[in-house]
């Protein structure tokens, strides 16, 4: 199969939607795994994805999005948590490899999510470094709760949804290319047991 690539926001988007059924139907192309795209790609890499997703053993995005060596530019943290090293990779895969796309990559049943709803009921949060990763997904249960929210899910889809709104706001570098029309920030939820996304948030693509 011919390399795509997508060169536009739109076009990246459309390239994984299409990867995804691929992935779902079983009918995978395996795109750009052979010894000529190891030789293509030694010298350099264009992206043209910055997938930022949860660490989740289950959410490997290349398999995920049928997609294969260069196109995508991974960036993972349990619970899609962003620090300051998360927004540096992500404007390094935009502003200097010209990745069109950013996307935030959630999924039902989320561990740090549900670990963060149980310690806003006043559970005990873990020990360790793992508590300040659940300590910075609670502001998304909190806002998903004041929403009327009630369940695991639907915390998923609030964290998503400020994940892509922080990465915007917090980074001027993204904001600009974002507002110039070069690059887009969408978040997909991913469902474990089917394979599907579902489109949850957006910055710079149409409905």
Same mark, same amino acid.
């Given at each position: ?6 060169? #536009? $926001? ?29 030789? !293509?790609?030694? $010298? ?8 930022? /997703?949860?660490?989740? #053993?289950?959410? =490997?995005? !290349?398999?995920?999005?049928?997609? /294969? ?10 619970? *899609?948590?962003? @620090? ?6 992500? !404007? ?13 990559? &959630?999924?039902?049943?989320? @561990? ?5 709803? !149980?310690?806003? %009921? ?5 020990? @360790? ?6 300590? %910075?997904?609670? $502001? ?7 929403? &009327? ?9 609030? *964290?998503? +949804? ?9 980074? =001027? ?7 110039? /029309? ?6 997909? #939820?991913?469902?474990?047991? @089917?394979?599907?996304?579902? +489109?949850?948030?957006? *910055?710079?693509?149409?409905?």
């Amino acid at each position: 199969m011919p390399d795509l690539s997508p060169s #536009s $926001p739109a076009e990246a988007y459309a390239a994984l939607l299409q990867g995804n059924a691929r992935f779902v139907s079983g009918d995978r192309l395996h795109p750009n795994q052979d010894a000529d795209r190891r030789s !293509e790609l030694a $010298p350099r890499q264009h992206p043209f994805a910055v997938l930022f /997703g949860c660490s989740d #053993s289950r959410l =490997a995005a !290349e398999i995920i999005f049928d997609r /294969g060596l260069g196109d995508l530019f991974v960036v993972r943290t349990a619970g *899609h948590v962003a @620090g300051a090293e998360v927004l540096g990779s992500v !404007e390094y895969g935009v502003n200097v490899l010209g990745a069109p796309l950013v996307v935030v990559l &959630g999924h039902d049943s989320c @561990g740090a999510v549900t670990a963060a709803a !149980e310690a806003e %009921r006043g559970g005990a949060a873990p020990a @360790g470094y793992l508590g300040d990763v659940v300590e %910075r997904v609670i $502001p998304s249960v909190l806002a998903a709760r004041a929403l &009327g929210r009630t369940e695991i899910d639907q915390f998923v889809d609030e *964290h998503i +949804r400020r994940s892509v709104d922080g990465l915007v706001s917090r980074s =001027a570098l993204l904001a600009n290319e974002v507002a110039a /029309g070069r690059c887009a920030v969408v978040g997909l #939820s991913y469902r474990l047991a @089917g394979g599907t996304v579902k +489109r949850v948030a957006a *910055h710079g693509l149409p409905e």
